[in-house]
């Protein structure tokens, strides 16, 4: 009956549209891009191509190797994701040069995960997107190796070393495209579904009612997000206003982009704002509407 029903609802996308998935930066809240999918992959909505930034690069790669979006979420429960992150623990760039922080410890992570595999041998076309430290601008990995490529989108300037690419370093693309709707449509996408788990520069509150300043000048982290918050929700505004793309923003403003430890909580999170929109995802992927459940029909009665 799931089979039958989810094949009807496939049946029902108009014209066959290619439809390209947009995830966003936004740090541990980006382990809600998982509970987003499985939605998707329940409805049983095609993904034709994937473009992530930052921890959105991450899940999008993982996505677009193949792999059950389920055993992901499993893998991420297991591993002890938070020790990688945190700060004391996290190994200072001796050299000085670039970052605070170098990136190893989550390249080796990484590299266990993913061993060697190169994005053009992806099973979904996947795009990784990064900002040039030489022009300024923004840079869509499409080749080469995957991690290279998912380290570079999340180097957050200032906190990590920059990647090296080529002749180039580069950063994190949300300081410039933190949800790459656009990058899915050059990719040829139709019609694009966007995530979005950034946090709204309202909802930092970096002064308190008081009127006092609610950060320490040491919290380097959180300043730096600050700053891209700022940054990135001037970007994303213009190019979200397009009526071929769809956004679901999960509920995840209040957990911290560095609550590792919340994996669980922030998939259900991605799964609940994806079964909140489902009806006008429907409509806006020219799908059958849902058939009400027997409870709703005797609430209508």
């Known amino acids: 009956l799931v089979t039958w029903y989810t094949q009807?609802?496939?049946?029902?996308?108009?014209?066959?549209?290619?439809?390209?998935?947009?995830l966003s930066g936004g740090g541990a809240r980006g382990f809600a891009h998982i509970g987003v999918i499985q939605e998707i992959e329940r409805l049983g909505i095609p993904i034709h191509c994937v473009a992530g930034t930052?921890?959105?690069?991450?899940?999008g790669?993982?996505?677009?190797?193949?792999?059950?979006?389920?055993?992901?979420?499993?893998?991420?429960?297991?591993h002890p994701w938070k020790s990688f992150f945190e700060m004391k623990k996290v190994p200072w760039n001796v050299q000085g040069k670039g970052g605070l922080f170098s990136m190893e410890r989550v390249e080796?992570?990484?590299?266990?995960?993913?061993?060697?595999?190169?994005?053009?041998?992806l099973k979904t076309p996947y795009t990784?997107?990064?900002?040039?430290?030489?022009?300024?601008r923004e840079v869509d990995i499409t080749s080469g190796d995957l991690v290279d490529a998912i380290i570079a989108s999340g180097s957050v300037p200032i906190v990590f070393t920059p990647r090296k690419y080529g002749n180039d370093f580069l950063v994190d693309g949300g300081l410039l495209?933190?949800?790459?709707?656009?990058?899915?449509?050059?990719?040829?996408?139709?019609?694009?579904?966007?995530?979005?788990?950034?946090?709204?520069?309202?909802?930092?509150?970096?002064?308190s009612d008081q009127g006092q300043l609610n950060f320490?000048?040491?919290?380097?982290?959180?300043?730096?997000?600050?700053?891209?918050?700022?940054?990135?929700?001037?970007?994303?505004?213009?190019?979200?206003?397009n009526d071929k793309v769809f956004?679901?923003?999960?509920?995840?403003?209040?957990?911290?982009?560095?609550?590792?430890?919340?994996?669980?909580?922030?998939?259900?999170?991605?799964?609940?704002?994806?079964?909140?929109?489902?009806?006008?995802?429907?409509?806006?992927?020219?799908?059958?509407?849902?058939?009400?459940?027997?409870?709703?029909?005797?609430?209508?009665?």
């Open 216 to 241: 320490k000048p040491w919290d380097v982290y959180r300043v730096i997000n600050v700053l891209l918050s700022v940054v990135g929700e001037a970007h994303a505004q213009a190019r979200l206003a």
């Open 61 to 78: 790669g993982w996505y677009a190797t193949g792999k059950s979006v389920d055993d992901i979420a499993i893998i991420l429960e297991k």
């Open 177 to 207: 495209n933190n949800i790459p709707c656009d990058v899915c449509f050059r990719m040829g996408a139709d019609i694009v579904i966007g995530v979005d788990v950034g946090r709204p520069f309202s909802d930092l509150q970096l002064v």
């Open 54 to 59: 930052s921890m959105g690069a991450l899940v």
């Open 108 to 121: 080796r992570l990484l590299r266990e995960y993913f061993g060697v595999i190169r994005i053009d041998d």
């Open 128 to 136: 990784a997107v990064a900002v040039s430290l030489k022009t300024g």
């Open 247 to 301: 956004v679901i923003r999960p509920y995840v403003s209040h957990i911290g982009s560095s609550a590792f430890d919340r994996v669980n909580e922030l998939v259900r999170l991605g799964r609940e704002a994806a079964r909140a929109q489902e009806d006008a995802l429907r409509k806006f992927m020219g799908m059958e509407s849902r058939e009400k459940t027997l409870l709703e029909k005797v609430a209508d009665f």
């Open 8 to 22: 009807r609802m496939d049946k029902g996308l108009t014209g066959k549209k290619k439809i390209g998935l947009a």
